[in-house]
């Protein structure tokens, strides 16, 4: 299996929508997060665009995807945040390194266009601490969801 990465083009919207449906129902909360399909694409095509998607294939097909995007910290501009938003291995290709060469692929974007680089994981997420860890992150925040 031979795995590449590139950067998502706007053809890949449906599929990573389609992906990103499958995610909200994996992750159990009371609001459905996806609800206008015109804003979903909308959105998504502005990460393309103007911040970063990158699109895990394996002979041709897509199996996976980050997507992240930029912004200058509130209080000093000069840093420059990476901010992951969604991270997603096609579940028949979980356990075999994809999710690794796209976190690898997103910090090296980072490390060359940001000051910073926030990275989290979901209650669900299979993937340990110490795999970040040893990517050079630190613990920073705990982030907690409430919902009304």
């Given at each position: 299996?031979?795995?590449?990465?590139?950067?998502?083009?706007?053809?890949?919207?449906?599929?990573?929508?389609?992906?990103l449906k499958i995610f909200?129902?994996?992750?159990?909360?009371?609001?459905?997060?996806?609800?206008?399909?015109?804003?979903?694409?909308?959105?998504?095509?502005?990460?393309?665009?103007?911040?970063?998607?990158?699109?895990?294939?394996?002979?041709?097909?897509?199996?996976?995807?980050?997507?992240?995007?930029?912004?200058?910290?509130?209080?000093?501009?000069?840093?420059?945040?990476?901010?992951?938003?969604?991270?997603?291995?096609?579940?028949?290709?979980?356990?075999?390194?994809?999710?690794?060469?796209?976190?690898?692929?997103f910090i090296m974007f980072?490390?060359?266009?940001?000051?910073?680089?926030a990275f989290s994981l979901?209650?669900?997420?299979?993937?340990?601490?110490?795999?970040?860890?040893?990517?050079?992150?630190?613990?920073?925040?705990?982030?907690?969801?409430?919902?009304?």
């Amino acid at each position: 299996m031979i795995t590449t990465i590139r950067r998502a083009e706007l053809f890949d919207i449906d599929w990573i929508l389609g992906e990103l449906k499958i995610f909200s129902k994996a992750i159990e909360t009371k609001y459905e997060l996806y609800g206008d399909e015109k804003y979903s694409k909308d959105g998504l095509e502005m990460l393309i665009k103007n911040h970063i998607v990158f699109i895990a294939e394996c002979d041709s097909e897509r199996i996976g995807f980050v997507a992240g995007y930029f912004t200058p910290h509130l209080f000093n501009p000069q840093i420059k945040i990476l901010s992951e938003l969604f991270w997603w291995t096609v579940p028949k290709y979980r356990r075999k390194g994809v999710g690794a060469m796209l976190m690898d692929e997103f910090i090296m974007f980072g490390e060359k266009n940001a000051q910073w680089i926030a990275f989290s994981l979901t209650w669900m997420t299979k993937f340990s601490d110490s795999s970040l860890l040893k990517r050079g992150f630190k613990p920073y925040e705990n982030v907690f969801l409430k919902e009304a």
